[in-house]
């Protein structure tokens, strides 16, 4: 039988199913942006409304989640992979939100948007800090070619927009095995400040298992 919004052939979601109408966030997506741009404003101003005076059950809560959930998480979120038909969907949507006037003064109040010793990822201004004279273009295609030209993130297997990672984020420590070849998003979500201590860990890992 096929579901009447995302046109699948033995949906687990179909739409007698009421609870779970769709199948996947681009199933949603199809039904609500594109085949009906005016509902979905309206559907998002009335959960926007609805959610203005709510208060999350984990706001300000400190040590809900055990390590080991929280390892996990971040285990399954470094796996993910996107195809380049949900990128290019996802970045249409984004478009069409920071369109929106209050969406987009909301989202640059956000700590994400904020610089220098504001911003919550301040390090003392180690980013300004100079790399040490070996990490030059020679170095960094070596450890590319070391590591195929490949994201060493596991299941990441991305070939595009490659840099090279310092594991230990010391810029002076250019030695081989301190480097590791990461594409764009991953290197990225190293740079979160409470995560580096579980990413030097993670990396240092990876690079042993062939070192």
């Known amino acids: 039988m096929e579901n009447r919004i995302c046109k699948k052939e033995n949906c687990n979601n179909l739409v007698q199913n009421i609870k779970n ?14 085949n009906n741009p005016t509902k979905s404003k309206e559907i998002r101003d009335k959960i926007s409304n609805s959610n203005k005076n709510r208060i999350p059950w984990n706001k300000g809560k400190k040590g809900i989640y055990s390590e080991e959930t929280i390892n996990k998480i971040k285990e399954a979120r470094a796996k993910q ?21 209050d969406f987009r003064e909301k989202r640059l109040k956000k700590a994400y948007f904020k610089k220098g010793v ?13 790399y040490s004279p070996e990490f030059n273009k020679e170095l960094k295609k070596f450890i590319k070619n070391r590591d195929l030209n490949i ?7 991305n070939t595009e927009r490659l840099h090279i990672h ?12 301190n480097l590791i070849t990461l594409c764009h998003s991953c290197h990225m979500k190293t740079n979160v400040k409470k995560d580096r201590e579980y990413y ?12």
């Open 21 to 34: 109408k769709y199948c996947s966030k681009e199933c949603y997506l199809i039904d609500r942006s594109e």
């Open 81 to 101: 992979v996107f195809s380049e038909d949900s990128i290019i969907k996802k970045s249409e949507f984004m478009k069409e939100q920071w369109a929106d006037k």
């Open 118 to 130: 504001e911003h919550p990822d301040w390090d003392g201004g180690k980013s300004f800090e100079p």
């Open 151 to 157: 994201c060493q993130t596991p299941n990441c297997m």
């Open 166 to 177: 310092h594991i230990d984020y010391d810029k002076k420590n250019s030695k081989s095995e």
């Open 200 to 211: 030097k860990n993670f990396y240092t890992e990876i690079l042993n298992l062939y070192l």
